[in-house]
């Protein structure tokens, strides 16, 4: 009786080390498959007469940059919106980001008429920096407006139309006197 006890667990030792170097053999098989062949097993792709004139490379046709927007002084506040919107962008990423008078300058420097202009205070009434500063130029029946500061995020410009009193910011606004 001893000596069957033996056979009966040969057999299953025997079916581990099959199914286990069954198992090895199809991992190596998959892992074959996945790996890329070599440069000598890819065959290079053919050209014959009858697939017609080959394209070739136009080095001259290297990417440009978009043009940098200017003030189309005969065009409209949407015409104009991505000076406007550039020149916003540009002063906010400097140190001058939460002084009004910055934006003014330089949408003067960029062509806007400054007396079209208004702006917010930079301060609170108690001496605390704003936490939003608005600007604008009227543009005909139109605004530009830009909005920046801590409480605002990214700058925002928009176009809007003029309100009925004939400005384009609600409320008291900074004298531009200089």
Known sequence: MPRDLPLRVRPAARHRRVTGGMAA??????LTACTPGS??????PTVTESDGPQP???VSAAPTAE???TLVPEGTATDNQPLFASVTAAVWASESRVQGRAYIDALTAAGFDKSAMQVTEDETTVGNPAESIQFSVRWGDECLIGQVGPATGDPVTAVVP?????TCLVGATRLIDW
Not at 162 to 166: I, K, S
């Open 162 to 166: 003029v309100l009925a009193e004939g």
């Open 56 to 58: 070739t490379a136009d």
């Open 67 to 69: 043009p940098e927007p």
């Open 25 to 30: 053999v199809v991992l190596a098989v998959a």
């Open 39 to 44: 440069p000598e097993e890819t065959p290079a």
